[in-house]
C-alpha cells in the first residue's frame, strides 16, 4: 500500500478533514488532524448544512456513519419559504408533505455543523485532533514536511492534506493562484432564542429556512438546533465595504441605519435582525477560484475542499470537500497507483472536473439570484424540483 509507514497530516478540522481521516483510518493509515481551534468546544459551529445522496451522505456511508447521521439529523429543517421583500410567501414547502427519505437521491437532510463536527470526531481514534495548531508555515525536509505552528510546537509528516478552508495556508505551497471576489458580500450573525428575541421572523421560519428576495438583494434566514437564528444579509458591494463604510460593526444601531438605507423599502419585520444587542455581525465577501485554474501534481502534498476550489456558498460545499475526501482516500488506498504522485494526480484531475461543472452553475446563480428577476427565478426553479 502506498501510504504503508508513511504518516499523513491533514490541515484543518472541517467536515473534510475530519471525513478523510476517519476514512484514512479505516485503511489503516496513520493519520493526524492538525486543528487551529483550542478544543472541540473553542469555537461556536455555523450554519445548518444539508447532506447530498451523491456526496455528503455517500461519503458517510463508507465511514460507516450514516446511522449516526440519522440519529443527530433534524427532519424537516430542509422545509423551504420564499420570500419577497415585504414578507409575503411565494413558496412553501410546508404546505406539502414530503415523501423523501433517505436513498432518494432529491433528499437533502440538515443538521446543524456541531453534531456533525461530533459524530465525525468521536469516530476517531482517540488523540488523532491536535487542537491549538494554527499552522505557521511548511519546511520541506528530504522527502518530508516540517509543520511549523504559532504554539511553538512542530510536527513531520510525509504527506500534507491541505483542508483548512478559504483562507488556506497550505495552498500557496500547492499554487500561487488565488481566489477573486465575486462583487457581492454577505454581512452575516446569529441570535439565540429566535422565539423570543425575533417572533415574526421565527413564525415565518417554522423551524426551516426562509430567503426574502428583492431589489437585487436577499436575506436568509435558518432556524438552529440549539433554537438560535442563522442569518444572512446580502447584496452587490466594494470588497472594502467593510473597512469603508465606517460603521461599527458591533453597534446595533448603526448597522440598523446602514440597513434601513442600503435596504430602503423592505418591510420593517427584517427590522427584528437588530433588535437583540449582542449580535457579532461578521461581514463576508464572497471569493470564488478561477473556474480554469489548474497546477502541476507534487509528490506529497494536495488540498481539499475550500483550500482547493472555492466558490460562494451553492449548497455543495461541504459535500463537495466531503466527496473529496472519498475520493482522495480512494487514490491513495486502492492500489492501481505505483507512486503517491500519480494517485494524488488521478484525485486531482476529478476534484477539477467536479470544480468547473459546479464553478459554472455557481456563476449562473449568482448572476441571477442578484438580478432583479431573482425571486421570479428562484420559485420557478424550486417549483420544478420532483417530489
Known amino acids: 500500500m502506498l501510504l504503508q509507514n508513511k504518516t499523513v497530516a491533514v490541515i484543518g478540522g472541517g467536515p473534510g478533514g475530519l471525513t478523510l481521516a476517519r476514512l484514512l483510518q479505516l485503511k489503516g493509515v496513520d493519520v493526524k488532524v492538525y486543528e487551529r481551534d483550542e478544543n472541540r468546544d473553542g469555537r461556536v459551529q455555523g450554519a445548518t448544512l444539508d447532506l447530498h445522496f451523491e456526496s455528503g451522505l455517500k461519503a458517510l456511508e463508507e465511514a460507516g456513519l450514516l446511522e449516526a447521521f440519522k440519529a443527530n439529523y433534524r427532519p424537516d429543517n430542509d422545509r423551504y419559504r420564499i420570500l419577497d421583500k415585504n414578507g409575503v ?5 410546508h ?7 433517505f436513498g432518494d437521491e ?6 446543524d455543523r456541531g453534531p456533525l463536527r461530533d459524530i465525525l470526531l468521536d469516530s476517531l481514534q482517540p488523540d488523532t485532533v491536535v487542537w491549538d495548531s494554527h499552522i505557521i508555515s511548511l519546511e520541506k525536509i528530504s522527502n518530508s514536511w516540517k509543520i511549523i505552528f504559532k504554539n511553538g510546537n512542530t510536527a513531520v509528516a510525509d504527506i500534507v492534506i491541505g483542508a483548512d478552508g478559504a483562507n488556506s495556508k497550505i495552498r500557496s505551497i500547492v499554487t500561487p493562484i488565488k481566489a477573486v471576489y465575486t462583487g457581492a458580500t454577505y454581512l452575516v450573525g446569529n441570535i439565540p432564542d429566535l422565539e423570543k428575541n425575533t417572533p415574526k421572523i421565527s413564525a415565518l421560519l417554522k423551524g426551516g429556512k ?14 438552529k438546533g440549539d433554537g438560535s437564528l442563522d442569518f444572512y444579509i446580502c447584496w452587490k458591494t466594494d470588497v472594502n465595504w467593510a473597512k469603508e463604510s465606517g460603521i461599527d460593526l458591533k453597534d446595533n444601531k448603526q448597522v440598523l441605519e446602514w440597513f434601513k438605507n442600503e435596504f430602503d423599502g423592505w418591510d420593517t419585520i427584517w427590522l427584528e435582525l437588530f433588535d437583540y444587542e449582542n449580535i457579532d455581525f461578521t461581514p463576508r465577501p464572497l471569493y470564488s477560484m478561477p473556474l480554469d485554474q489548474h497546477w502541476e501534481t507534487q509528490p506529497n502534498i494536495t488540498l481539499l475542499g475550500d483550500a482547493a476550489h472555492l466558490l460562494p456558498p451553492n449548497g455543495e460545499g461541504v459535500n463537495t470537500a466531503m466527496l473529496d475526501a472519498l475520493d482522495l482516500t480512494e487514490s491513495l488506498t486502492n492500489g492501481k497507483f505505483t507512486n503517491l504522485q500519480s494517485a494524488i494526480a488521478h484525485y486531482e484531475k476529478q476534484m477539477f472536473a467536479r470544480f468547473v461543472d459546479e464553478g459554472k452553475i455557481t456563476a449562473d446563480m449568482m448572476d441571477w439570484m442578484f438580478s432583479p428577476d431573482g425571486l421570479k427565478i428562484m420559485v420557478e426553479m424550486l417549483n420544478e424540483l420532483p417530489g
Not at 432529491?106 to 443538521?111: A, L, V
Open 95 to 101: 404546505e406539502k408533505e414530503s415523501t423523501r427519505d
Open 106 to 111: 432529491w433528499f437533502r437532510p440538515e443538521i
Open 210 to 223: 426562509i430567503s426574502a428576495m428583492g431589489d437585487s438583494k436577499m436575506i436568509f434566514a435558518s432556524a
Open 89 to 93: 410567501i411565494f413558496h412553501d414547502d
